[in-house]
């Protein structure tokens, strides 16, 4: 098929001289589109051979737009005149394993319901994706048929992406969050946040939050355990600091995200006051780079994609 000009056969029935005429019109917008249209009412003139007309019509073309009328469905079911030649011609093509793409049912009239005395569908389009053309034309619905005559559908699908790299939990029989008596941190709420400081305080949309997928790097809110208790009062409880940290996803497990740290917390580096080389981290900290972290999309006060971290170190010069 020639992309630029793509060709177009019209069967039809001559229901009347008000019909005809809406065939005629809608033929000459085609053409005025860039589609090469062979139609009878101009194709045929006095003493050539309709049914030579219509043989080479349906098979040359590429496509055949079928009007579809109660009286069209009646002429084709009991294969009378030309609407019953042209349609023993399209079952033979369908049947010979021509894609029915190529037949392009148009409603002008009448019923999609085979069942109702009004129908407007031949036996052989049941079940097949009509347009529905009755009424007036909308401009939209005229778009429909050039982008199904031209190939140029209005979606496509997005482009496919690669399988989630899935989490084993070894000995953890549940997944669950994290709590300061078990693990030593949890999360707060990112949403609860929002709710308090809306002027203040913007998370992405629950949109947003839900298609994170692995990879993506995540901002947390974390509320850490201190480990270092007053020396001077052993009834001391430990201390809790807030953190903001990212965590890149790396998969999910029922309505729950799993994801690796990204950060040192900074509540877990001991810097000696009197030997400033002297920085390490706490033994019993809870919480490390690379750490697993469960949260759900509640807790996502930030989103960076892959490559917009990758953006960011290299402008940074890491």
Request: with cysteine.
């Amino acid at each position: 098929m020639a992309a630029d000009n793509p060709t177009a056969f019209i069967s039809y029935s001559w229901d009347d001289e008000s019909h005809k005429g809406w065939v005629l019109g809608l033929a000459s917008r085609l053409v005025e589109n860039g589609v090469t249209v062979k139609l009878d009412q101009w194709d045929v003139p006095l003493g050539d051979s309709l049914t030579a007309f219509m043989e080479s019509s349906v098979q040359n073309c590429d496509f055949t737009l079928v009007v579809c009328t109660p009286n069209y469905a009646a002429r084709s079911l009991q294969r009378r005149g030309g609407v019953g030649y042209e349609q023993q011609i399209i079952s033979g093509q369908i049947a010979s394993g021509v894609p029915r793409s190529k037949f392009i049912p148009l409603i002008r009239s009448g019923s999609f319901n085979a069942s109702d005395t009004d129908s407007a569908l031949p036996p052989h389009f049941l079940g097949i994706h009509a347009l529905d053309m009755r009424g007036d034309v909308s401009d939209e619905t005229f778009e429909d048929l050039l982008r199904a005559i031209y190939k140029a559908p209005r979606l496509s699908p997005p482009a496919l992406g690669r399988k989630p790299e899935f989490t084993a939990h070894e000995n953890r029989t549940t997944v669950r969050l994290a709590t300061l008596e078990i693990d030593g941190f949890y999360l707060n709420s990112g949403v609860v946040s929002a709710e308090i400081y809306p002027d203040t305080f913007i998370i992405p949309s629950e949109e947003e939050r839900q298609a994170v997928k692995p990879t993506d790097l995540v901002k947390l809110s974390f509320e850490l355990q201190q480990l270092i208790v007053d020396d001077e009062d052993d009834s001391a409880e430990p201390e809790v600091e807030g953190e903001r940290m990212w965590v890149e996803v790396t998969g999910h497990s029922g309505p729950y995200f799993v994801g690796r740290l990204r950060n040192q917390p900074a509540s877990y580096v001991f810097v000696n006051p009197d030997d400033e080389e002297d920085v390490h981290i706490e033994k019993d900290a809870p919480l490390t780079f690379d750490s697993e972290v469960t949260f759900l999309p509640e807790h996502i006060i930030s989103i960076q994609t892959a490559e917009e971290a990758e953006e960011s170190r290299r402008r940074a010069g890491l």
